[in-house]
């Protein structure tokens, strides 16, 4: 990797955790060329837990170096909402961050099956793009995704994150309202 894109990663992790993220990168790679494109991940019970900046042909064509199960039976909000439980169950975050590459890639197939994704404007005219899935489990276990968008030129901090939140979620329940997340407490982790 040149210097100029060692610079360019360098202050991207400076940018992220100035916004209050601990940012998960992919390995670099000389051939690709990072975009102002973001993912977030977010639980009202785990937090954070994805923050990842998509390179060109990840953006354009939806590839990643990873293989999702495809095919009958595996709708993109199941393979995203698996993937999920997965990287949440682990505990060690070493190996938490080992799955990182492939909840970016069941994120980035389930985002780009929405109606959401389809109505991000063209990169070319923004500064840079921000999609959030926000997801929690209802009382019947039921795990519910929402998504946003944002645009900016820099990662989006917490507080922001937790506006969106609170918007997206009052429009959901506003329509169903027994589906409310269900926040664990100390004693019941």
């Excluded at 209050?20 to 785990?46: D, F, I, K, R």
């Excluded at 926000?134 to 929402?146: N, P």
């Amino acid at each position: 990797m040149d210097d100029i894109k060692r610079q360019t990663l360098k202050r991207f992790e400076q940018l992220a955790n100035a916004a209050g993220w601990q940012a998960h990168l992919p390995p670099p790679n000389a051939a690709e060329t990072a975009v102002p494109v973001w993912l977030y991940s977010m639980s009202p019970n785990s937090g954070p837990r994805l923050f990842s900046q998509l390179f060109l042909s990840a953006f354009r064509d939806g590839k990643l170096p990873f293989d999702l199960p495809k095919g009958k039976g595996f709708q993109p909000c199941d393979v995203y909402g698996a993937a999920i439980a997965q990287f949440d169950a682990e505990k060690d975050p070493t190996r938490q961050i080992g799955l990182h590459q492939m909840l970016v890639a069941a994120q980035l197939h389930y985002a780009r099956s929405t109606r959401t994704w389809e109505s991000l404007p063209a990169l070319n005219l923004v500064p840079g793009l921000h999609f959030v899935v926000f997801d929690w489990l209802d009382k019947k276990g039921v795990r519910h995704f929402r998504p946003g968008a944002a645009i900016g030129a820099e990662p989006l901090s917490i507080e922001i994150l937790s506006d969106m939140f609170v918007a997206v979620l009052g429009m959901h329940l506003a329509k169903n309202p027994n589906e409310g997340p269900v926040y664990k407490t100390a004693s019941s982790s």
